[in-house]
């Protein structure tokens, strides 16, 4: 699958996770909700992610929040990764066009 493709699946995946606590109201720790575990992996991937990197925390009686200040960096961290990726892509495409010449 190319880099394209599937920054775009986890750019929907991370906007669905999004959505849930932001509909909910959950963007804060006195308004924080359940979170179901998504039944796309993809989906459970990145809600794993968003909590390590702290975007989405976790209170003691087991809810979920979104933290909208680290989900702001978590963005940033997402988009120079994918960037990172594709200009690795770009730079091993433009080496091989130079010895296939």
Known sequence: MSGTIMAALIAKARNRV????TSAGA???ETATK????TSRLDRRVFERMLAFGAIEKTPEGLYWLNEA???DYRKESLA???GIL???????????AVGG
Request: proline share 7%.
């Open 27 to 29: 963007t804060a720790k």
């Open 87 to 97: 200009a690795i892509a770009g730079f091993a495409a433009a080496g091989a066009m």
């Open 81 to 83: 990764r994918v960037l």
């Open 35 to 38: 979170f179901p575990t998504p």
């Open 70 to 72: 680290r989900l702001s």
């Open 18 to 21: 999004t959505w849930h606590f």
